[in-house]
């Protein structure tokens, strides 16, 4: 098992409701391949660096999870198929951070 860290970005434009299914989605989906959530953060509404398909913002959430490197192909080609999620990210980290990051600290 291996430790990532992941950042999900997605479209302004859904529903509160439509969030929290596509986080519980995304958990069910990583203890599905055999992974575990080490911790999430909600980094809320943000601004985006640059336009993505004319979006200016996106709601970021932010994931520490341990699975199998081979499983993250699994991942990536299933939140590929959310066309709500507009970008992701996983990098792999020898070891997990504390949280809360910096972003929810305030210490940008």
């Known amino acids: 098992m291996n430790n990532f860290e992941t950042t999900i970005l997605i479209s302004p434009d859904i529903s509160k409701n ?11 989906l990583i203890s599905d391949e055999g992974g575990t959530i080490i911790g999430k953060e909600d980094w809320g509404l943000r601004n985006l660096a640059y336009k993505i398909n004319t979006l200016k913002k996106a709601f970021y959430f932010y994931f520490q999870i341990n699975i199998d490197s081979q499983k993250i192909e699994i991942l990536k080609k299933n939140i590929s198929q959310n066309e709500d999620i507009i970008r992701y990210l996983f990098i792999k980290v020898e070891s997990h951070d504390e949280l809360p990051s910096k972003i929810i600290k305030g210490d940008e």
């Open 18 to 28: 439509n969030l929290d299914t596509i986080n519980s989605n995304f958990e069910k």
